[in-house]
């Protein structure tokens, strides 16, 4: 496994193995996607993670061993695992459907232990089925940016015209997802940056530039996926009244002030948090009936490192995904 102890870089270790509790699973761990949130942790950017810490919320596997309660899952079944890890189930969010803003909720590879590495444990009940036509690699991404980015998706309404800020992994996915759904995808990236801009046409995207300027028509929502803060009064100047702006990301350099004109004529601001487990079984369900093509770079085990380096410096083209065991 690979660990995250203070104050060290990352450190490639054999630990023993980890015993399921009563309702827990032992997954086989074969792909494990890397995600911006994992920078932010490995940068002290998220408070109080569980230390030493196997990151990683993106995770792939089969069932190894059950907990002597554990009813969904057999030995053998392809599962994954994803950032939401464990919930109160009393709190007066999780009675609303809304367990994504559980006050003492557990998230994978932050809280509790994740993916990087060779096996994890995981609550049954916060463990999802995996849909069949994609590989365990390509199956990764689909955890927390295919699920982070259908939440946002879902959170930015009805718009037709759709503006994305930050064309890595998550966008990569919600622009085929709303593709799919007929709607038209304006794609911002780093200025200059004519690699992402290239990556987002072919994906279907109808118009791709850089984040300091304008589209060429206003947008009926935008979504931020890139951690800076800069950029949300820069969608908001983009969005057309009504419109809004949603923020997905955990974690988000300060929001520079702007005029009140920018937010004026009912356009929102709104952050996304987290997922519940319905954001899972709906955007699962969705990924079964619409080939999704996430776009993967692969990284073994051991280079847990480079690929974190690769995404800091913005050079993954789509998604970076751990490979364990195949
Ligand atoms: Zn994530
Ligand atoms: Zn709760």
Sequence with gaps: MVLLTPGQPLELRDLPSPAPGPGEVLIAVHTCGVCRTDLHVVDGELPNPKLPLVLGHEIVGRVAALGARVTRFSVGDRVGVPWLGWTCGECSYCRSGRENLCDRARFTGYQRDGGYAELTVADERFVFPIPDGYSDTQAAPLLCAGLIGYRSLVAAGDAARLGIYGFGAAAHIVAQVARSQGRRVFAFTRPGDEIAQRFALELGAT????????????????????????????????????????????????????????????????????????????????????????????????????????????????????????
């Design 207 to 326: 118009w791709a530039g850089d984040s300091t300027g304008q589209p060429p028509e206003q947008l009926d929502a935008a979504i931020v996926f890139a951690p800076v803060g800069a950029l949300v009064p820069a969608a908001l100047r983009a969005v057309a009244k009504g419109g809004t702006v949603v923020c997905a990301g955990i974690h988000m350099s300060d929001i520079p002030s702007f005029p009140y004109s920018l937010l004026w004529g009912e356009r929102v601001v709104r952050s996304v948090a987290n997922l519940t487990r319905k954001d899972g079984e709906e955007f699962l369900a969705l990924a079964g009936r619409v080939p999704l093509r996430c776009e993967v770079e692969p990284f073994p085990l051991a280079r847990a490192d480079d690929a974190l380096r690769r995404l800091r410096a913005g050079e993954v083209r789509g998604a970076a995904v751990l490979t364990v065991a195949a």
